[in-house]
């Protein structure tokens, strides 16, 4: 069965630095997203991409974030300068439609930590 | 903006118990309705949804109904496993493209024997 995944599953960071983290999608799926969540909280939606472009995010994906999808497989989330308050588990998803008509499948996530 | 919310937890049942999760939403128009499920160091499973009032979806023995009149998506399952120990997670998104998911704080369930 087609699953949607991400490495790396862990990445400790000092605050400051970059990270991307990458995520291959479902491979005839369309519409990509990003989600966060911080430990023992709820799932919070970052930004979703369709077409080549943000199709919508929350005020947490400010200046420091931005999405790539780099060639046909990857869809990558770059924090520029992270901070501590960045450590959370981030999960990708796809859907190979948008909005109700499409399921979201998530991958198992990267837990970042930022020291 | 949309809202979800879910009971709090953690719901602490013996197995072969019944469950109820109770899920209520806030939002404009007809939105879609999930459950997602975590596992102790997993990411989220799609367990069921609904797409219009009166809807049920059901897997594995879970169901919820789509129910417009009282904004809700209550899980049940009328005999719970030790394997069903989780994080519950309702969500709703919009039609739209790239709609996004918002979910509910999430309710933990522990099965003892």
């Known amino acids: 069965e087609p699953e949607v995944t991400q490495t790396p599953s862990h990445q400790v960071t000092q605050m400051g630095q970059e990270v991307i983290l990458r995520c291959v999608p479902i491979s005839n799926h369309l519409y990509f997203y990003w989600y966060r969540q911080i430990l023992g909280q709820k799932v919070e939606f970052l930004v979703s991409f369709y077409n080549n472009e943000i199709s919508e995010k929350s005020e947490i994906f400010d200046d420091q974030f931005s999405v790539e999808r780099p060639d046909g497989s990857n869809f990558t989330l770059k924090i520029r300068s992270t901070k501590l308050e960045d450590s959370a588990m981030y999960f990708c998803?796809?859907?190979?439609?948008?909005?109700?008509?499409?399921?979201?499948?998530f991958g198992p996530g990267t837990r970042l930590l930022v020291l | 903006g949309d809202s979800v919310t879910q009971m709090e937890g953690p719901v602490t049942l013996s197995e072969e118990a019944f469950l109820t999760i109770n899920c209520t939403y806030t939002?404009?128009?007809?939105?879609?309705l999930f459950w997602y499920v975590q596992y102790p160091g997993e990411g989220l499973q799609l367990l069921l949804k609904?797409?219009?009032?009166?809807d049920k979806g059901s897997n594995k023995g879970f169901e919820a109904t789509y129910r417009k009149e009282t904004t809700s998506f209550h899980l049940e399952k009328g005999s719970v496993q030790v394997s069903d120990s989780a994080v519950y997670f309702c969500a709703l998104t919009h039609t739209g493209t790239a709609s996004k998911l918002t979910f509910g704080t999430g309710t933990r369930l522990q099965v003892t024997l």
């Open positions: 939002a404009t128009g007809y939105p879609s």
């Open positions: 998803a796809s859907s190979e439609a948008g909005g109700g008509r499409g399921t979201q499948y």
């Open positions: 609904a797409t219009k009032a009166d």
